[in-house]
């Protein structure tokens, strides 16, 4: 997963640009204003955070739950309000790993890795989603329609081996039955939210 510092563009760890309320100070001194949605998530949400070093982790999470993933804008603007320098905020959120830096795709395929599921077979499912998708784990479909990723345990290790595709927890998962489950999320226009289980999909 890439870091903040290592976006392509001037960001946190490289150029040192300055965010001015809704508008970012770019290296060379011109100012461009945040993108639009994190602009709307600031003015809405962000804002009220108390400028205290102690919302930086609730900050993120906010940021994160809003967006989706933590953009350099909104690292910029958060830096800025909590008066923390760009490097420090960088460093808290690159050391949890629930926090992201890359837009994730519109469905999320999460294999689980754990003992339980490794015994039944998730290693072959994951070889063969990541196959079908043409996408390491941790990244996302060239057509930014999906995003794989891999933990070490759902708590469902009964129904192992266990994927969650958009939420919807499955057991017992074969590599074929994965395969539809993806097929089966991208016919839906956006993901479902919550979390539900299913067993033998
Ligand atoms: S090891 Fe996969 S759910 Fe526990």
Redesign the pocket.
């Known amino acids: 997963m890439k870091k903040p510092g290592s976006h392509d563009s001037p960001g946190m760890g490289g150029g040192k640009p300055k965010a001015e309320g809704a508008r970012i100070r770019r290296p060379g001194g011109a100012v461009l204003p945040l993108d639009p949605e994190v602009e709307r998530w600031f003015a809405a949400v962000g804002a009220a955070f108390p400028a205290s070093r102690s919302s930086i982790i609730p900050m993120l999470q906010s940021a994160q739950a809003s967006l989706g993933y933590l953009p350099r804008d909104a690292m910029q603007a958060i830096a800025r309000h909590l008066k923390v320098s760009p490097v420090t905020l960088e460093g808290v959120a690159s050391f949890y790993a629930q926090f992201r830096f890359d837009k994730p795709g519109r469905h999320r395929v999460t294999v689980?890795r754990?003992?339980?599921?490794?015994v039944r077979g998730?290693s072959k499912l994951m070889d063969d989603i990541q196959a079908d998708l043409k996408v390491a784990a941790g990244g996302t479909t060239a057509d930014g329609e999906v995003t794989l990723e891999a933990v070490s345990?759902?708590?469902?290790?009964a129904?192992?081996?266990?994927v969650v595709v958009d939420g919807t927890v499955n057991g017992r998962v074969s590599s074929a039955s994965l395969k539809a489950l993806v097929d089966a999320a991208g016919q839906h226009p956006q993901p479902q939210p919550g979390r539900r289980t299913k067993a033998g999909a």
């Open positions: 689980c754990g003992t339980a599921c490794y998730s345990c759902f708590g469902a290790c129904l192992a081996p266990v």
